[in-house]
């Protein structure tokens, strides 16, 4: 039984740029939420998706926006990356909300 | 190897000691805690997770106490070992959605063998 899974492990950008980042939950999961973590610090949650919907979102600027597929998993873009974007990007899936959720490795990103 | 009250950024604890790790919420409407664990390289991993109208939690090992008067949270490990050095967090919540959590400052337990 495969855990959540994230791809790419590592990402190279430059400011001003896009990026994609995407995430399979765990067999049996149907939500999925995603964080940000600095160097250092306790993540940040940025968005819940719930049955393909954005149910619940943090202190994100709308540069960061996602989506969730019919098979439950989900992608985060971020565009007009900043210097400052540079960070582990968490996903976590659960049984909708109310379950133990279960964190992916993650994305590193660099933005250069 | 204990600290109890105050959060520490790093706690270091000889391996068989007991560990306290704490944790202060912002939150007074917050009624669900987690702790993770997170490993260099990994994610997050749960834990333990209590609600509000418990005071005390216990797990293999661990044990979480609540105090919602001072809004404080403490993860206590027994027989502490090795293979529990990592960074701890502690994540607060608004009712039962762990998927919107907030999370805490981490603290780092190295475990001297």
């Known amino acids: 039984d495969a855990g959540v899974t994230q791809s790419p492990t590592h990402l190279i950008k430059t400011r001003g740029q896009q990026v994609t980042l995407r995430c399979s939950p765990k067999?049996?999961?149907?939500?999925v939420s995603w964080y940000q973590q600095a160097l250092g610090q306790g993540p940040q949650f940025i968005f819940q998706y719930y049955e393909e919907e954005e149910r619940q979102r943090g202190n994100f600027p709308d540069r960061f926006s996602g989506h969730q597929f019919p098979n439950y998993s989900s992608e985060l873009n971020v565009n007009a990356l900043l210097l400052g974007d540079s960070a582990l990007y968490l996903c976590?899936?659960?049984?909708?909300?109310?379950?133990?959720?279960?964190f992916g490795p993650g994305t590193r990103l660099l933005v250069l | 190897g204990e600290s109890v009250g105050l959060h520490l950024p790093t706690l270091s604890v000889q391996e068989g000691d007991n560990s306290i790790i704490n944790c202060a919420y912002s939150n007074s409407a917050s009624d669900y805690f987690i702790w993770y664990k997170q490993e260099s390289g990994k994610g997050p991993q749960f834990i333990i997770d209590i609600r509000s109208n418990m005071d005390k939690r216990q797990g293999q090992r661990v044990t979480v106490l609540l105090n919602k008067t001072v809004k404080h949270l403490s993860l206590q490990i027994a027989a502490t070992q090795p293979g529990d050095s990592a960074v701890y967090f502690c994540?607060?919540?608004?009712?039962?959605?762990?998927?919107?959590?907030?999370f805490g400052d981490g603290t780092t337990l190295t475990v001297k063998p």
């Open positions: 067999s049996g999961h149907d939500t």
């Open positions: 994540a607060e919540n608004i009712g039962t959605n762990a998927g919107k959590s907030t």
């Open positions: 976590a899936s659960s049984l909708k909300w109310e379950e133990t959720q279960y």
